[in-house]
């Protein structure tokens, strides 16, 4: 017997949904119920101690019959008076027949690996209870085939897919299954990667992910969790052989996948987790438990959730939905599973579970339960954060990391092995072959090391051995790293139908048999400083920018209150760049070819980043005004200062007083590249430096040919290309950072003295001398840019209702301030075209006056300063709400005019 006390602190113990009390009253008199005035046929009731209970049996494995979050619901299942739980032991489970079992009204059963399913049905069709969640559907949940017909037949979205099965005893009726380098055929269905690999059977976990080789290729391995690891990237590129598999399009997600958890087909709970996929890394919580967040789900999504619940005729469901492309789509269903860690699920689940057992049997078991009467959510209002300035939106534009140098080999060929290649790759259809994947760029390296093999056996003929020297390059280049990335080198083959052109009226016009100018492109690569760098520069990003209440853009995104979206041109530089920079900011690890494929977008799909043609041609005709200047054998007089540098520019002015005289500059420039070749060959040469290693596995003989091609190039009859300063720029940068401890630095030092002054002159005057050039290049290079970021800044003002954006349910959210506004951040990775172009429609667009704002005009000489829009600098614009607007009104509405808005660009140079 309980004593006062205890029933008290029963009482208090119970949750705010119990339903059933010590005692019934009667609806008329108030008495105990029932009352022998009011009551008819009393012989139909039992007194109130002797009130049936609905018995609920548990019947799973031990594992999960006393879970953590079984226990918890169960714990409140047992606050209802007429209801009591009971848990069949996992022995009599396994070991004892059916009729042995416990005697339940309802049933809670769900198969889990070594639950006997079968025997379950059994007892089903035995005792017949009311069952919560359908035994012979879970069959079927079994099978993600059947589980995907279920899903199409409801209509529901799943990713595209394709089924090879290869069940039957006799290989002839196994599904065909065609393999490339970047993509498979299943029956005449093409894949291309990425694309996911899935056993058929739902109790395999092992699922591939496989990547192309334009990211890096490889694929990540996903498995049940094993400590703090759910995936782990592989370099295996080929598909599994053995077994039956699903084969379906990856979906770009942003690096998160949504859970959700139905109980009945009116409640769904939602939870985001960092994608498994993204680099394998469980976050887990001081407690040692995974993290997962609470999100809203859309209207569509909640009828998702409705109809997922209703075909597998499971109340407890979960399945899992890919948000990509601006829709949801469902990619597995899981049965029954519960929210971890959460005590407004469990008082939910129980509440929810409690009454639909009490509303399906109380009328057949005579209980004197009524359905209660619930009160509707309250209405959620949003609310400002109660500073002066609120962060709303984060646009960034960055250059990418540190590069190799870029560099091309041109060779003119006729070999028959050549025209092979250019017909197997298509190019009698275009007139040019590009070939970069690893097979093709295999077999052009395959043919030059047979060419070299005919030249030193003397068995090539005469047009073969003279282009020896340009074949060695080719196969040493291709050589490098020791593998095909298909991101780093490529080589393109064009025809020409009557031999390569000639150059000067001194070659020979007699037409040529028709021949191919292959060209060869290496470097221009992101370097491992480079990676190093970005993804400093993402940890440092999180905290420089910071958000409400002082917290960074990580615990932002965390709480998905961060609307984050990242954006790419298709240089592979500038997509590892924006990789890297993604593992920094969010604190992801692992390799960067799955972050790159899950995070980074490709801005050129919709010419976001690309370059306008007529911008183009009118930067050539400015480059050549500007190149003829620079060809004057004098000191610059003021008039040509002022025909160079008709914007004032102060780093230009700077630039000017150094060099005095372009073509004396050129000349001191050209004799240190001499000399500095001088010592390169002397170094190649001297066999005690022949194992120096140099920077990112370069050799002493391709950085000859680095500097050898600029020093052939730079003049040509006594006429200097200026178009190749930024080329001998680049390369002494990168040799005084990688490779200073192997060269001679009194001259690298003096070359890149004089390499960067010329560099800070002609850079940014190709992008135009006067204003009105500058912005009509600037326009036609970043209008859609510019375009995209008003877009970016403007939807702050109102954010669609239809917008697909991960937002924390505001329920969860205490001590976090207007938990119904999320943070926009838009991240532009690009080149340096576009920053100089964007910088220069922040400065002469308009936006400002330095006249009327002094510390716009303080920003604008500060700008004006910078000689070098180096790696990774970036232009950063924010947009703040200005929360002081109108205090007299508490409940204003969180919406904001451009008015409201104070928006500040930082320019920041690394």
């Known amino acids: 017997m309980m004593s006062l006390n205890e029933e008290q602190n029963l009482d208090h113990e119970k949750p705010s949904f119990y339903i059933g009390d010590k005692e019934l009253l009667c609806n008329s008199c108030e008495e105990s119920y029932p009352c022998m005035e009011c009551c008819d046929d009393v012989s139909d009731y039992m007194d109130i101690d002797e009130v049936k209970q609905v018995i609920v049996g548990v019947c799973a494995m031990e594992k999960k019959s006393t879970s953590k ?16 739980a009971i848990i069949f032991p996992e022995d009599v489970i396994l070991n004892q027949p059916v009729e042995d079992w416990p005697s339940c009204d309802c049933l809670i059963s769900f198969h889990s690996r070594g639950f006997p399913l079968e025997k379950a049905l059994e007892y089903a069709e035995l005792r017949k209870p009311y069952l919560l969640n359908n035994l012979e559907m879970q069959i079927d949940i079994q099978n993600r085939c059947r589980v995907y017909s279920i899903l199409e037949n409801e209509g529901i979205e799943l990713p595209r897919y394709a089924i090879c099965n290869r069940e039957s005893p006799n290989p002839e009726e196994h599904d065909q299954l065609e393999e490339f380098d970047d993509y498979i055929e299943i029956n005449g269905v093409v894949f291309n990667k990425p694309f996911v690999e899935k056993p058929i059977s739902a109790e395999d976990h092992n699922i591939y992910i496989y990547y192309p080789t334009s990211t890096g290729g490889g694929c990540q391995k996903l498995f049940r969790k094993i400590g703090s690891r759910s995936s782990v990237y592989s370099g295996e590129a080929r598909v599994r052989r053995q077994g039956s598999y699903i084969y379906e399009d990856f979906m770009p997600t942003d690096g998160t996948d949504v859970k959700v958890y139905t109980v009945g087909p009116e409640y769904a709970h939602a939870e985001a987790r960092k994608s498994p996929a993204l680099d394998g890394k469980v976050e887990r919580d001081r407690e040692g438990k995974e993290i997962r967040y609470p999100v809203i789900l859309s209207n569509s999504e909640k009828l998702i959730a409705r109809k997922v619940c209703n075909a597998f005729k499971q109340t407890v469901c979960g399945f899992d939905l890919l948000r990509a492309n601006g829709k949801s789509y469902v990619c597995d269903v899981n049965g029954f599973s519960f929210v971890k860690n959460s005590a407004k699920y ?46 709303r939106c984060v646009v960034a534009v960055m250059r990418h990391g540190d590069r190799t140098p870029k560099q091309k080999m041109k060779m003119e060929v006729r070999h028959q092995g050549f025209f092979t290649l250019f017909e197997k790759y298509g190019g009698y259809k275009d007139g040019h072959a590009k070939l970069k994947k690893p097979r093709q760029l295999q077999e052009v390296l395959d043919l030059s090391r047979t060419l070299l093999l005919e030249i030193e056996a003397k068995n090539a003929n005469p047009e073969i051995e003279i282009l020896k020297g340009k074949l060695e390059q080719l196969k040493s280049v291709l050589e490098m790293y020791g593998h095909f990335s298909g991101i780093n080198r490529k080589v393109q083959l064009k025809y020409q139908p009557k ?3 000639r150059h000067s009226s001194s070659d020979d016009e007699t037409p040529k048999d028709p021949s191919l100018v ?28 910071a958000g409400i209440q002082g917290l960074g853009l990580l615990r932002l995104h965390s709480t998905y209150r961060h609307d984050l979206k990242i954006y790419a041109s298709d240089e592979g530089r500038v997509q590892m760049t924006a990789a890297a920079f993604a593992k920094g900011l969010l604190a992801l690890e692992g390799e960067l070819t799955p972050i790159l494929a899950q995070m980074v977008k490709s801005a050129n799909t919709n010419g976001l980043l690309d370059d306008d043609c007529e911008a183009s041609k009118f930067q050539s005709e400015v480059k050549n005004r500007l190149h003829e200047l620079l060809q004057l054998d004098r000191d610059f007089t003021k008039e040509d200062c002022e025909s160079i540098n008709p914007s004032g520019a102060l780093s230009v002015e700077t630039a000017l007083t150094f060099i005095r005289n372009p073509v004396k500059c050129c000349e001191h420039i050209l004799k240190l590249v001499r000399q500095f070749n001088d010592d390169i060959r002397k170094k190649k040469e001297d066999p005690a430096l022949k194992d120096t290693e140099l920077y990112y596995r370069e050799t002493w003989e391709l950085m000859a040919r680095r500097w050898g091609k600029l020093e052939k190039d730079f003049r040509s009859k006594d006429r200097f290309d200026i178009s190749k300063i930024p080329d ?44 009105a050039e500058k912005l009509a290049i600037s326009q036609g290079i970043c209008s859609p840019l510019l375009k995209k970021i008003r877009a970016d800044l403007q939807s702050n003002v109102e954010v669609p209702e239809e917008e697909n954006v991960n937002r924390l349910n505001p329920r969860y ?98």
């Not at 918890?72 to 299942?77: F, K, N, T, V, Y």
């Not at 060269?743 to 006067?770: C, F, H, I, R, W």
Request: some cysteine; hydrophobic content about 35%.
């Open 69 to 84: 979050p079984m226990t918890e619901i169960l714990l409140r299942l047992n606050y209802f008076e007429y209801i009591k």
């Open 346 to 391: 469990y008082d939910d689940c129980a509440k929810i579970i409690g009454n639909m057992i009490l509303r399906q049997l109380a009328p057949s078991l005579h209980i004197p339960w009524e359905i209660p009467f619930q009160l509707d959510d309250p209405p959620i209002v949003p609310t400002t954060a109660g500073k002066m300035m609120e962060l």
């Open 499 to 501: 031999g390569r052109p």
């Open 518 to 545: 292959l060209i060869l492109k290496w470097g221009g690569e992101l370097t491992p400083a480079g990676r190093k760098q970005a993804e400093e520069l993402g940890r440092k990003f999180r905290c420089e920018y």
């Open 728 to 771: 001998i720029y680049d390369c002494a940068k990168y040799d005084i950072q990688h490779n200073f401890s192997a060269l001679n630095l009194d001259v690298l030092k003096e070359l890149y003295t004089y390499s960067k002054y010329m560099a800070d002159l002609v850079v940014p005057q190709e992008y135009g001398m006067t204003i």
């Open 813 to 910: 959210s205490h001590g976090v301030s207007s938990p119904g506004r999320h943070v926009r951040t838009r991240l532009y990775f690009t080149s340096e075209s576009h920053i100089h172009s964007l910088l220069t429609m922040l400065r002469y667009g308009g936006l400002n006056n330095d006249d009327k704002d002094e510390q716009w005009g303080r920003a604008m000489e500060y700008v004006s300063r910078i000689s070098e829009l180096s790696y990774l600098t970036q232009i950063v614009i924010m947009a703040y709400e200005d929360t002081t607007k109108d205090p007299a009104s508490h409940d204003r509405s969180d919406q904001f005019t451009l008015n409201d808005v104070r928006v500040l660009f930082q320019i920041v140079t690394l």
